[in-house]
């Protein structure tokens, strides 16, 4: 199957600081991406959908002037946390759908992100 | 607004066991649908898709059934292994192109020896 790849895996930060998470698809383009957060035993939450070329689209109650997305390639997405708190710590997962008639979504390997 | 649940929230059960895990979903028009394995501190593992077109998927102990007009599915794991334990969510994608999945809360689940 396609692959997915995020880096970091994991990152630790001071309050206030800005992050950086990448997420490529190794394999196969991808024009759009999705980006998930999970907060310890809860479910993923779609945060965004980050479009090649156009500007992401946000769900409701995601701040798009804090968690900045852009999709840099066909390949390539990126998520900053700007400002980041410690109430954004949490598991940042992505995804992306394959390019076959199923339209399987893979995912990243997600990026653990500790504000402290 | 699709909304996805999953029935039980956790369960415990001794090796051998056949299981069902429950998931139901409230907007039937969907595209697909996912079910995934999360291991602790782990990202997600893809265990079936079942296409809206299809009734049901097997892998190897793992069957997962689609019933989109009750919106329900269902996760059966034949003669369960102390390595099952995990946690299973169930995500539903849209009639639409270019959506994302939409989760469930997930069954926890443990296979105890």
């Known amino acids: 199957g396609a692959v997915v790849s995020q880096h970091p895996s994991w990152v630790i930060c001071k309050s206030g600081t800005s992050v950086k998470i990448e997420c490529r698809s190794l394999?196969?383009?991808?024009?759009?991406m999705f980006w998930y957060r999970q907060f310890p035993k809860q479910s993923l939450m779609l945060m965004a959908t980050?479009?090649?070329?156009?500007?992401?689209?946000?769900e409701q109650g995601v701040e798009k002037d804090k968690f900045l997305i852009n999709h840099a390639s066909l390949t390539l997405s990126t998520l900053t946390v700007t400002s980041a708190h410690p109430e954004d710590s949490s598991f940042y997962i992505c995804?992306?759908?394959?390019?076959?008639?199923?339209?399987?979504?893979?995912f990243g390997p997600g990026t653990r992100l500790t504000v402290l | 607004k699709q909304e996805v649940t999953q029935i039980p929230a956790a369960l415990s059960v001794p090796e051998g066991e056949n299981l069902v895990l429950n998931c139901s979903f409230t907007?039937?028009?969907?595209?697909?649908l996912q079910w995934f394995r999360q291991d602790p501190g782990k990202g997600l593992t893809s265990l079936l898709l079942?296409?809206?077109?299809?009734r049901e998927q097997t892998s190897g102990r793992l069957n997962a059934s689609l019933d989109k007009s009750s919106g329900r599915s269902t996760l059966y794991i034949a003669a369960s292994q102390p390595g099952d334990s995990a946690t299973y969510l169930c995500a539903a994608r849209a009639n639409q192109a270019g959506t994302a999945l939409i989760f469930g809360k997930g069954t926890t689940l443990s296979v105890s020896s």
């Open positions: 980050s479009n090649e070329g156009s500007k992401a689209t946000y």
């Open positions: 079942i296409q809206s077109s299809q």
């Open positions: 995804s992306a759908p394959g390019d076959s008639s199923y339209n399987e979504q893979f």
């Open positions: 907007d039937s028009a969907i595209y697909n």
């Open positions: 394999d196969f383009q991808a024009t759009t």
